[in-house]
């Protein structure tokens, strides 16, 4: 700043005013991160000149093909020429900087395209099934295996996960939040021991969710393959995750309002009930949609505990019931090509069914910052 | 002041002026609430616990059937009733570790990007991208994975066995130079399986990695423009060494996920029980997929087998998880300087 400013006149540092800017009017602040042309020039020249070096070498002198390997080339190249290009005008720290810089965003890049190319790609290839109005309405009972795509639909597997995510949530949401409420709110060192354990459970592993439910309700209680048992895995992987983050979103809850609250004569209770619950209720609801997020897409629990039915079900106690996940994967594992395009019919609703829940969560847990 | 000095000694009875007792009357609804909330807590730690309980106890009979040959014998062959799952084990650690390797760097860069390099519009929509490839589930990983990256990544295992293969592990039992290609030796590997793995694992570690490197302190950062640093140089000198807690505990927690990850990898790889190291080679299994392959027709001593399995899984899971959230919190707490 003070280098571009003129040197002020004797006598008038420390005041505080520049005499030769009355209004103030010049004296904006230097934008620091701005690109030179030096920088836009040198981007430029070493990303196309990189490119037509990697396209004569690689495809023209040398026996190569191959769309992976001239990708890694070109990036290579690009990253050798831009280096030089930059040598030649810039001190090595510059060319550092560029080079990491560079580095990073290819990074950067790589992971937002795998990103984008999972949802393009899931979404397109799914369209030859999810573009016939039978796969919304129909589901798969009786249709043969070479039947075309404008036969069966997947309303089973759609009812199935929303029943089994149904009775998952009943059971899990009173006890994730009971327990997220007696940690925070009754204390003491048996929630320590709670906490740890509830905090151990989130890192179980998926699958054996699923096996401890087949030993011990389907082996050990004689329970058939069902949407039951399917639901109740479920709960057991929803259930820590749930009371973890209602555990946090509980504990952020000013002291103030329970203080206030009890001090006015409420009993704990109403406190809780009253004050405590309603603050963190954004929080409470982002915690169960993230159990929610996490539960709708488990596949190896359900692979598990259910069998995957072709016909409609409603009935989670009798016959084994399909859900969304566990018919992708059947499906993709009986390697029929229209059965492959069912599957990922199928992965565009589930996918689609998981950004939705998962933009809820945020517009909530948004609502509850701005506050 | 006169009044009060006038009225206590006119108070006739001194013995009837005692404190009232203080937040001792927990009232009849008051006592419902605590008992029932320890009740619900309780409960859940009984579920719980009892999970990791039911898993440690099947230990028992498992070694009572297999002996202590169960943790160090290479095959599972439930016809002659041989199991053993140290080459499962193997196989679930090796996975993992390339997948990481992938990873680290992939999702460090990511990281970096958003928190230093994104401009101000681009980091919300970024950091909204990054979440979201968390929760998008583990079977459309699979399906991309196996239909898309696995054909592709196929001809990069190749490349890697022709030219690395004198490498002891990046070796494939085939002539990479052969006249045909013979694509089935390479499809199907714990490489492809840890490629898919990895991609599942990165937003985790960068999310934990970013919301570090958003905490390094502004003053500091400045301090190191005001000494002429480049801004790779800021980033070297103030952002990583603060950050490097969150860079080890994101790394672990995302071990954490690609050891327990399992439909991703029963779609990918063609199951073999023995101890290998090769990874680019076709035929690999992890503990997850295994037990997904065999629950179904497993006789109760296998069941139990399968279960001890899954225990040692879980037990690796915890030990990991636990290192890392460690770690983690450490490099929150007491890092944050005064400037």
């Known amino acids: 700043m003070t280098l571009l400013s003129p040197p002020p006149m004797p006598g008038t540092s420390g005041t505080g005013v520049n005499p030769s800017h009355p209004d103030g009017a010049d004296d904006q602040p230097r934008t620091v991160g701005r690109l030179t042309q030096d920088d836009i020039a040198s981007l430029v020249a070493a990303f196309v000149g990189s490119l037509a070096l990697t396209w004569l070498v690689y495809f023209q002198l040398l026996p190569l093909s191959g769309k992976v390997g001239f990708l890694f080339c070109w990036y290579a190249a690009f990253l050798a020429v831009y280096g030089l290009v930059s040598s030649f005008g810039n001190p090595r720290p510059v060319v550092v900087d560029r080079l990491w810089g560079a580095a990073v965003a290819g990074a950067a890049g790589v992971v937002f395209f795998a990103v984008l190319s999972v949802a393009i790609y899931t979404l397109v290839k799914g369209e030859g099934a999810w573009i016939h109005g039978n796969f919304w309405t129909h589901d798969m009972a009786g249709v043969g295996p070479t039947e075309t795509l404008t036969h069966g639909g997947i309303t089973h597997a759609v009812a199935g996960s929303l029943i089994e995510l149904a009775i998952a949530t009943a059971v899990s949401l009173p006890l994730g939040i009971g327990t997220a409420i007696y940690m925070v709110e009754i204390g003491g060192r048996f929630s320590t021991v709670v906490r740890t354990v509830v905090e151990a459970m989130t890192a179980l592993p998926d699958i054996l969710a699923g096996l401890f439910i087949y030993t011990v309700l389907q082996l050990g209680l004689g329970f058939q393959r069902n949407g039951f048992c399917a639901a109740m895995a479920l709960s057991i992987m929803m259930l820590p995750i749930i009371a973890r983050s209602a555990d946090v979103s509980l504990r952020v809850v000013a002291g103030g309002l329970r203080e206030a609250s009890l001090a006015l004569g409420a009993s704990r209770w109403a406190t809780v009930w009253r004050v405590v619950l309603p603050t963190a209720r954004s929080g409470l609801a982002t915690a169960v949609i993230l159990g929610l997020a996490r539960a709708v897409g488990e596949t190896a629990p359900v692979l598990i505990t259910s069998g995957a039915s072709t016909f409609f079900n409603t009935n989670p106690l009798k016959n084994p019931m399909n859900s969304l996940p566990l018919f992708i994967f059947s499906s993709v594992r009986s390697g029929e090509p229209t059965y492959i395009t069912r599957g990922f019919g199928a992965a565009s609703v589930l996918l689609v069914l998981v950004v939705v829940l998962f933009i809820a969560a945020r517009l909530l847990s948004r609502e509850k910052t701005k506050r | ?339």
Not at chain 2, 191 to 199: H, N
Not at chain 2, 297 to 317: N, P, Y
Request: hydrophobic fraction near 50%; charged fraction near 10%; include cysteine.
């Open chain 2, 1 to 339: 002041m006169t009044a009060v000095a006038d009225v206590s000694p006119a108070s006739p009875l001194p013995d009837d002026d005692k404190p009232r007792s203080l937040g001792s009357g927990i009232g009849g609804s008051d006592r419902v609430f605590q008992v029932s909330a320890t009740g619900v807590g309780a409960v859940v730690l009984v579920i719980t616990g009892a999970i990791g309980l039911f898993l440690g106890y099947q230990l028992i009979p498992t070694l009572h059937n297999y002996g202590l040959g169960f943790f160090t014998r290479a095959v599972w062959n439930p016809e002659q009733n041989l199991l053993g799952i140290s080459g499962v084990v193997v196989g679930t650690i090796e996975i993992a570790v390339i997948a990481l390797a992938i990873s680290f760097p992939l999702a460090l860069g990511t990281a970096v990007y958003i928190s230093e390099y994104a401009p101000n519009w681009l980091k919300g929509t970024l950091v909204a991208l990054v979440d979201l490839m968390a929760a998008v589930p583990s079977i459309i990983y699979g399906l991309w994975g196996l239909l898309l990256i696995s054909p592709h990544a196929l001809y990069v295992a190749r490349w890697i066995n022709s030219y690395f293969g004198w490498v002891p592990f990046l070796k494939v039992d085939t002539d990479p130079r052969a006249a045909a290609f013979s694509a089935h030796n390479y499809v199907s590997s714990p490489f492809i399986a840890a490629l898919i793995v990895s991609m599942m694992v990165i937003p985790m570690a960068c999310a934990v990695m970013r919301g570090v490197f958003a905490q390094a302190p502004i003053g500091e950062r400045e301090a190191a423009y005001a000494l002429g640093s480049t801004r790779w140089g800021m980033i070297r000198s103030v952002v990583l060494p603060f950050g490097r807690g969150g860079i080890i505990g994101g790394t672990m927690l995302a071990l954490g996920r690609a050891l327990g990850e399992t439909v991703a990898v029963l779609l990918i790889i063609s199951p073999e029980y023995d101890l290998k190291f090769k990874p680019l080679e076709i035929g690999g299994i992890t503990v997850a997929s295994l037990i997904a392959n065999q629950f179904n027709d497993a006789s109760s001593s296998q069941l139990s087998a399968l279960l001890a399995a899954g225990f040692v899984l879980f037990v690796m899971t915890i030990a990991v998880n636990t290192v890392a959230a460690i770690i983690v919190n450490r490099s929150r707490s007491g890092a944050q300087t005064d400037a």
